[in-house]
């Protein structure tokens, strides 16, 4: 499952703990496991070698913009009120907050698509179910924000439904870099006629890119601070399972349970370490933007899916 040496302990060991289904110190031994090497996203390979060796990124949050494209036909009528929200400086799911205790709402009468940066200029659109389309009688404007933050409603709609989640078509991205180097060049500051080149290197690498698409890895930021999201996963599986009690049968309900939350952080950051080791490989043999024969794509049009065959 990885190419490099220093990471076989993290696929062995707890394979092996969990065909035994058990762990111990012996098999398990997170000492022995570089998190900082194996969460640094920077070393992965990549299919083509990048004209810029490294610039200042997110420098401000404006140099980094989001605009969630989420086309729709609104109904015009409908409880459910579609705000189209321009943020700064704010993560979606406060942000949900505030609207739920601005229309003195349930917060799970909120709806948005996606997750939005904190530290970025963002668009996005949020719903807010309102019985009886009954407003409230002052206008949203949150003062339980910080001096960097801001909230700006741009448009609003009625609809008859709610916002669910992954709706959203695409975003709509904007980076600014700064500080930019130069893969071949090795001063700071290049001469005219080489800032011409570098800037037809680069346009070459965006067209390739817009042909044949990038790997698309998980980045740092899913891991969290040094890895640590990674650390609290390894902890979690080496955690003994708890003796198994019969229990009485619940009665079976109709209604529909949210999913358990529990432990969702350090789950998600493990399948994403699983994952970026498994496409490193398909990059370093270069079968990365190929089918191979039995793997499953989800196509475009929603719940169809295709089987690659030999």
């Known amino acids: 499952m990885t190419s490099r040496d220093d990471m076989t302990d993290i696929n062995a060991s707890p394979q092996s703990a ?5 762990f111990d110190n012996e098999q398990f031994d997170m000492a022995s496991i570089d998190i900082t090497t194996a969460t640094d996203t920077a070393q992965l390979p990549q299919p083509l070698q990048p004209p810029v060796q490294q610039a200042t990124y997110k420098a401000h949050a404006t140099d980094f913009i ?3 494209l989420l086309p729709l036909e609104f109904t015009g009528e409908g409880e459910h009120l579609w705000l189209h929200i321009q943020k700064l ?6 942000l949900a907050k505030l609207l739920s205790e601005w229309a003195e709402i349930p917060l799970r009468d909120v709806g ?12 996005q659109w949020f719903s807010l179910r309102i019985p009886k389309k009954q407003l409230p009688a002052a206008e949203f404007a949150p003062v339980d924000i910080g001096a960097d933050e801001s909230v700006t409603i741009i448009d609003q709609k009625w609809h008859n439904k709610k916002l669910n989640r992954g709706t959203h078509r695409a975003n709509q991205f904007i980076i600014t870099l700064r500080d930019i180097q130069f893969a071949d ?5 290049p001469a005219p006629e080489q800032l011409l080149s570098a800037k037809q290197d680069v346009e070459q690498h965006l067209a390739s890119i817009a042909i044949n698409g990038v790997p698309n890895y998980f980045g740092p930021q899913r891991f969290g601070r040094n890895g640590n999201n990674i650390r609290e996963a390894l902890s ?15 009665k079976k309900s109709k209604r529909k349970h949210a999913p358990r939350k529990q432990n969702t952080m350090e789950l998600s950051a493990a399948r994403s370490l699983i994952f970026n080791e ?17 793997e499953v794509f989800n196509l475009e049009v929603q719940g169809q899916y295709l089987l690659a065959k030999p």
């Open 278 to 294: 498994i496409l490193a490989l398909r990059v370093r043999d270069g079968s990365w933007n190929t089918g191979l024969a039995g």
């Open 18 to 22: 969990l065909e035994n289904n058990q």
């Open 236 to 250: 979690l599986f080496a955690r003994p399972r708890p003796p198994q009690q019969s229990r009485p049968q619940p």
């Open 112 to 123: 948005y698509s996606g997750l939005k940066d904190r530290h970025a200029l963002t668009t």
């Open 89 to 94: 400086g704010m993560n979606t799911a406060y």
């Open 66 to 68: 989001v605009n969630e």
């Open 185 to 189: 060049f090795d001063t700071a500051l």
